[in-house]
Each structure stands twice: as C-alpha cells, then as structure tokens.
C-alpha cells in the first residue's frame, strides 16, 4: 500500500494575505514584550458518531497565518531580533505513510493531498515545525511567562498553566481586528458580492418557493454560498409572513404565500472566511401593500439616518441612536407610541424596544459578530476608519401584540447593510442591492422577466 504511488503534492504558492500576517504577528508581538504567545485553531468536533463537522479554523489563529489546517498551533515567542513566529502543523500523511490508507480522518487517501510542515512553510511564508514537537519546543520556552488562547484545544490547555493575562491577549487580539486592512476588505467586498447574487438567486426562485416553503429559499441562498464562497457566514433566516418578527428565526420550516413580507438575512463567507451579513425584506408577490410598504419606508427612513451617521470620530453607538430616533418619531406618529419620542427613548424608558429589540450595529469581519472579546471600551469606542459594521434597524409587530394596529400585526421589517468607515465618511459595501420599495419592486420585476430558473452559476 506505500509503494508504487506517483507525485500527489498539494500546489505550493503562496497565500494572498502573507505580507498582511506577518505584520499582525509582530504587531501582536510587540504588544507583549517578552511574553511567549500561543495561539491554537482548535480540533474536528463529532458532530454524530465517527463524522465530524466540516471544520472551520479559529478566527484569531487564522487572522495571524492564512491557515485552514486542523490542530495547528502558533507560537509567537520573543527573540533578540523580535517576535518570532513558529507554525506547528502535522506531517503529510501520504502515500509513504501507513496512516495514508488506515486514518480515515486525515489520511491523504481518504481526504486528499494537505499541506504538512514544508508545503506550509512557501504557502504562508512563516516558519514551520512538526506538531509532534510543538511540547517539546514549548518546554524551552517555560522561561517566559506564556499566554494562550485557552477553549480551542484541550491538549494546549492542559499543557499551560491559565495565566491572569490570558484574557488580556484575548481581548487585544479583537482589538487588532477592530480596524481592517486592504486585504480584508477586498475579502469582505467579495463576500458582498457574492451574497447579492445569492439574493438575486432568492428572487429568482421565490415563486417555486411558494407551497413548499421557506426551505427552498433558505437551499437557493446556500446553494451559492457552497458554490462562491467556503460557506454561510452564518445560519440564513429565511422568514416569512409572521416569521419575520422572530428575530433568529432559523428554522425555516414554514410557508411562504403570496401577500406576505420575506425577511431574508443572509451572507456567503468567501474562502478567506471574511463573511457579508446583509438583510433585505421583499414581498413575495413583487408588491408591498400599503400598509407594508408604510412600515417598510420607516425601517428605511431609520436606515438612512444609522448610515449617514457613520464616520470617524462618532461613537460606536452613533448610528443606533440616529436611527432610533427616527423610528420612535415614526412610530409615535402612526399611534402605537402613545409617548412621546423624547420620553420613550430616555435610557430609563425605552419604550420603543417593545418594537425593535435589537441594537442597530455590529462590528463584522472573519466572524460575523465580530471582535467580540474586545474590551468595552474599545468594542463601543468612536468609529475610525478602516471598521466595518452593519447598520440594520428593524421593527416588529408580533401577530398578537393587541398595542399594535391590525392591519400591521404580523408584519416585520429590517433592512441591513455592511458599511466601511473611510477617512472622510463611509462607504456602503453592499449598496449594490436595491434598498427602497420602488427599486426593490422593479428589481424582482427585472429578474422574473430574465427567467425563473436561470440561477446563473
């Protein structure tokens, strides 16, 4: 079984983000002078018996090398020269292995060509070593106080002792991502680009989606996800009629008729794994009725206002606040607030949440919910140019809400797009898809007159 096998190396290139993690490894090496770093990507997880997950590597593991492999661990540790950076990764097992036919879970012939310690080493440009030396080497490194991300890999934790600062490297490594690269935001404009195809895609199937349900929407958007990108950046809400009120609403196991509001919030992340994360809700027969079309043009008069807000130098919380405003006014205007807008946005009222839940923005990037272990003074810090964050109200009249006006219960509405702060503003990342009513109906308009099926893949 190891004779006889000709050449199967995986191609040795060179990742397009090298330059780029370098420069995060020192950064983050000079934040901790003198202190030895490590940072795993995690294990398979089993998700029923001998299958596991598709595996995804650890955001902040990734953010520092490019790398998708299994039970990689880096190490950055310090030198006379500054920090050095030291992949651990795990030999090729292939044809002159035994476990290239008897490990079905990283054996070559089971799982195909993977890059081991040499083909790692050209392809992210950092020096390599053999997992199996990764305790060794750590051991001569016992002389500096060492810090690690701890919950990815049970054999680091129980190799390192927890240290009161390992939460501080947790927290700093978010920080970083807080304000993206060039490289990162090609990655993310990919990302939207592709997920605007998938709405199309969305659009273009709706009326075989009818009688058969939110699945089908929820398979045409993942269908292009698989085919563009690496995967969903997240679990697609496809939620229909009252389902739209239902903020993670990801069963999507119910109807879809003629007459109701679609809220589809979705995103492809591309193979980098930065991920889009927009929302956009449609009706399924292509036309609002009034009483939609009056809510939906609040939701967007709020919009409008969060995005307009972004620029550097506000705080984080800017665009919520905008929004909010428009919308408690909104809503005290078609009398569902009985108070005034001014006394119901008071921190200690708050009276509008009864009807739009959540917080207006978030950061995004390799995670959808992004930088989430920054610190809070930094996490809701002012914007600077180079974040990214979505900007996406909502309002929701629960079907039974007996404060809400007949004719609106059942309906909800968010519309989110993902916006870059620039040095002078912001840069809307997915204006490509149209966001009033009039342009989304000639959008779905537009499309069914290219065709149903036609998904263009």
């Known amino acids: 079984m190891t004779g006889n096998w000709g050449a ?56 520092l090398t490019g790398c998708l492999e299994p039970d990689a661990v880096l190490i950055i540790a310090p ?18 292995t035994h476990e290239f036919f008897t490990n079905a879970q990283y054996g070559e012939l089971w799982v195909g060509a993977r890059r081991g310690v040499t083909e790692a080493a050209g392809y992210y440009d950092i020096e390599t070593a053999p997992l199996e030396h990764f305790e060794k080497d750590l051991a001569s490194l016992r002389s500096s106080t060492i810090l690690t991300v701890r919950g990815f890999d049970k054999t680091v934790d129980e190799l390192i ?22 490289f990162e935001i090609s990655q993310l404009q990919l ?15 709706l009326p075989s989606a009818e009688g058969r349900g939110e ?41 879809v008729r003629r007459g109701d509001l679609l809220l589809l919030d979705a995103g492809v992340e591309c193979h980098n794994l930065y991920t889009a994360d927009v929302t956009r809700t449609m009706p399924v027969n292509g036309t609002f009725s009034e009483a939609q079309r009056r809510i939906y043009e609040l939701v967007l008069a709020a919009q409008e206002a969060g995005i307009a807000a972004v620029r550097p130098g506000v705080g984080f919380m800017a665009p ?3 929004a909010m405003e428009v919308l408690a006014q909104g809503l005290h205007e078609l009398g569902i607030l009985k108070e005034e807008p001014e006394l119901a946005l008071r921190k200690d009222r708050q009276l509008h949440r009864r009807y739009t839940l959540h917080g207006t923005s978030h950061w995004l990037g390799i995670d959808v919910h992004d930088c989430a272990n920054a610190r809070d003074e930094t996490f809701h810090g002012d914007l600077e140019a180079g974040n990214v964050l979505t900007v996406e109200p909502g309002v929701y009249f629960q ?20 916006v870059l702060v620039t040095a002078d503003g912001s840069r809307n990342l997915s204006a490509a898809l149209p966001r009033t009513a009039d342009d989304i109906e000639a959008w779905m308009a537009n499309i069914w007159a290219q065709g149903p099926t036609n998904l263009n893949l």
Do not use: C
């Open 161 to 182: 002792e927890p240290h009161e600062d390992d939460h501080e490297l947790v927290a700093v490594l978010s920080e970083h991502r807080l304000v993206k690269d060039d």
């Open 399 to 418: 079907p039974n809400d007996l404060t809400v006006p007949e004719e609106y219960r059942g309906i909800g509405v968010r519309i989110e797009d993902d």
């Open 320 to 322: 919520h606040e905008a």
């Open 215 to 255: 699945r089908v929407i929820e398979g045409i958007f993942n269908l292009r996800a698989r085919v563009e990108g690496n995967d969903v950046g997240y679990d697609t809400i496809a939620a229909s009629g009252a389902h739209a009120t239902i903020l993670h609403w990801m069963r999507n196991d119910g109807a």
């Open 8 to 63: 199967a190396d995986p191609v040795i290139e060179e990742h397009p983000a090298v330059t780029f993690s370098a420069h995060r490894r020192t950064k983050l090496g000079e934040h901790f002078v003198g202190k030895t770093l490590v940072i795993p990507t995690g294990n398979f997880k089993v998700r029923a018996n001998d299958t596991d997950y598709r595996f995804r590597a650890g955001t902040d593991f990734f953010y």
């Open 191 to 205: 990302a939207v680009d592709y997920t605007v195809k998938g709405f199309e895609d969305v659009v273009r199937a």
């Open 79 to 96: 030198s006379a020269s500054g920090p050095r950076s030291t992949l651990y990764i795990a030999q090729r097992r292939d044809s002159q």
